[in-house]
């Protein structure tokens, strides 16, 4: 099989790797699809952008995932690429300035010893032969040796485990061939205790679920990724949608809306970025998020208690919790407050197109000039049905 069909079916694959974008050294990572032309210039016009070749080793698998499109028993066209293919396809990109990094993974093919072994070969010879030293995150596989984590953070700026599941129960229903605590947890405490001992691994460890492929809450997925901040210092949590494909046992299952991906991600952020405890985000009764609104501004709806806050004056941990501020915002908010109050809603607008919806939480050097709580209330409850349907066909 030549080279070019062998990218073209594995950057496919790929694509249900959801890590869509990552940070080092203030640069941001996006991956691509891995079938680019080595002629082709990369789109970087703002300079901060670094495009990612994104790319599986092999799209053969020994495992039955039940919502995996690369399951072993369904019959789907695969291909694998040798160390030195990777090597050639993706430093003639390089070399052209298509992409600045690398993004690997690969399906359980033929083992997970000689899978992962075989994809740290290709980034070694980069490393080594090649002198490659710039951006690669690799994916490894549940189940992998010690001395192979160790290998990859040595090689590799980020690591990243997929766990799939919030937990060994919900993994079960997907994934039996795993064990969650031995196989997934184990592996990630390794890399997290090389990286603490080395200092190495510069871009951290990540991980991903699939959203509504096991059954889980949004609470299930949000007190989980906790956990993993807090307990194994991971950077970032994904959050893919899951899909039914065709024969596989999920085959007849529903698709995960991709607002409720959108709504887990804003979640997560707020709880890494703005101070709110996963226990105190507005899930319902089965645990899950709104759908029609962002979880931020349905915290503000239920904690009519809280606001208005005065802009002028409010802390900065207040302030992160309006609607429509964030951390840049409330950052011109701190110095610009110390020349001249806020009085008008044109200041308020002056801080950017999100922080209109502040003017329904805050007062302006004692004025308010939002909606009254019920009016509020009542407004985004009859908005709810066509905005969930909207945001359902994002």
Excluded at 203 to 221: P, R, Y
Excluded at 223 to 248: D, H, I, M, Q
Excluded at 333 to 360: V, W
Aim: overall charge neutral.
């Amino acid at each position: 099989m030549e080279l070019e069909t062998k990218l073209d079916l594995l950057s496919d694959a790929a694509r249900f790797d959801v890590c869509n974008s990552f940070s080092q050294k203030g640069r941001r990572y996006t991956p691509k699809r891995a079938q680019w032309p080595p002629s082709a210039t990369a789109d970087d016009g703002d300079k901060c952008t670094r495009p990612v070749f994104r790319v599986l080793l092999s799209s053969s698998c020994d495992w039955n995932c039940a919502y995996c499109p690369l399951r072993a028993a369904k019959d789907t066209p695969r291909a694998t690429l040798e160390p030195e293919e990777l090597v050639q396809a993706f430093l003639s990109r390089y070399q052209a300035g298509v992409v600045q990094g690398l993004f690997l993974s690969t399906a359980v093919d033929n083992g997970v010893n000689n899978a992962v072994g075989r994809m740290l070969d290709g980034v070694e010879l980069l490393r080594t032969r090649h002198q490659y030293d710039g951006y690669v995150h690799v994916k490894l596989l549940p189940g992998t040796r010690p001395d192979d984590v160790e290998r990859a953070a040595r090689l590799a700026n980020r690591l990243s485990l997929n766990l799939e599941a919030p937990g060994p129960d919900h993994l079960a229903r997907i994934s039996p061939e795993r064990n969650w605590q031995v196989d997934l947890i184990e592996r990630l405490r390794w890399a997290r205790e090389f990286q603490q001992g080395t200092g190495l691994l510069s871009s951290g460890l990540a991980t991903q679920f699939v959203v509504g492929a096991a059954g889980e809450s949004d609470q299930d997925l949000l007190g989980a990724g906790t956990w993993l901040y807090n307990e194994l210092s991971l950077r970032r949590v994904y959050f893919g949608a899951f899909r039914p494909v065709l024969g596989t046992p999920l085959e007849e299952a529903e698709a995960t809306p991709f607002v409720r991906v959108q709504r887990l991600q804003q979640a997560d952020w707020l709880v890494r970025q703005y101070g709110f405890y996963t226990a105190e985000l507005p899930f319902d009764v089965t645990g899950n998020l709104p759908l029609h609104l962002d979880p931020k501004l349905a915290w503000a709806l239920a904690h009519p208690d809280r606001f208005p806050v005065e802009l002028n004056t409010a802390a900065p941990e207040t302030l992160l919790r309006v609607p429509g501020l964030g951390p840049i915002s409330v950052r011109r908010i701190l110095r610009l407050r110390r020349l001249y109050p806020f009085s008008e809603l044109s200041h308020l607008a002056s801080l950017g197109t999100q922080a209109g919806r502040a003017r329904d939480f805050v007062t302006l050097d004692g004025r308010f000039f939002g909606r009254e709580p019920a009016a509020l209330m009542h407004h985004y409850t009859q908005r709810g049905p066509a905005v969930v349907e909207q945001l359902t066909l994002w």
